[in-house]
């Protein structure tokens, strides 16, 4: 069970697809994050539940605060959020 927003869900996945661009792939993400690879598609994919751990790790991973990442502050405005490319 999770105790954030679905607003706050669809703000931890964007980020990470825009990691997963800057990264080159989930492998590469997921190894930079000290995750399995499977379970870093799963979560962009809505497979894998979003917990607080994921959030520390995607806020780290972007040098960002967890406050941003919630927010949707990171990242920027315009990125795209189906392929996650910053413009």
Same mark, same amino acid.
Request: aromatic letters at 4%; proline letters at 6%.
């Given at each position: 069970?999770? #105790?954030?927003?679905s607003?706050e869900?669809?703000?931890?996945?964007?980020?990470?697809?825009?990691?997963?661009?800057?990264?080159?792939?989930?492998?590469?993400?997921?190894?930079?994050?000290?995750?399995?690879r499977?379970?870093?598609?799963?979560?962009?994919?809505?497979?894998?539940?979003?917990?607080?751990?994921?959030?520390?790790?995607?806020?780290?991973?972007? #040098?960002?605060?967890?406050?941003?990442v919630?927010?949707?502050?990171?990242?920027?405005?315009?990125?795209?959020? #189906?392929?996650?490319?910053?413009?």
């Amino acid at each position: 069970m999770t #105790h954030l927003t679905s607003e706050e869900q669809k703000n931890i996945r964007l980020a990470l697809r825009v990691l997963k661009t800057q990264f080159g792939s989930a492998s590469t993400l997921a190894r930079a994050m000290g995750l399995k690879r499977q379970r870093v598609s799963g979560f962009i994919s809505g497979k894998e539940p979003i917990n607080a751990e994921l959030l520390l790790r995607v806020a780290r991973t972007a #040098h960002v605060g967890i406050d941003d990442v919630l927010a949707g502050k990171y990242p920027p405005a315009g990125t795209c959020p #189906h392929c996650g490319r910053v413009p």
